[in-house]
């Protein structure tokens, strides 16, 4: 089951990082190259459009699975990581000095 959910994960990223990046900024007009006013930027907003909807719907998806893959990561293991550690030996005396 969580093998599923990896994968679903690593599918998800690799879509909405795809989408974020066919997607134009919110001010792509030539205006706000120049550093020249835009109202766009002001004005009402215009419609949502499909690649908008599909990401934010990839983006709850995105945090549904992180937040399943941290949940199941915490009850997974018992203790730490440095308690299953191989014990260490004792550190090796450096060899005298030849004159």
Excluded: Y
């Amino acid at each position: 089951m969580i093998t599923l959910v990896e994968i679903l994960h690593i599918l998800v990223c690799a879509l909405l990082i795809g989408l974020v990046l066919l997607q134009g900024g919110e001010n792509v007009d030539i205006t706000a190259a120049f550093g020249g006013t835009s109202q766009a930027a002001f004005g009402p907003r215009g419609s949502v459009t499909l690649l908008a909807k599909i990401t934010w719907v990839l983006g709850a998806i995105f945090i549904a699975t992180s937040v399943t893959l941290a949940v199941h990561a915490s009850r997974g293991g018992t203790g730490s990581m440095l308690e299953n550690a191989p014990a260490k030996t004792a550190p090796v005396a450096p060899a005298p000095a030849k004159k």
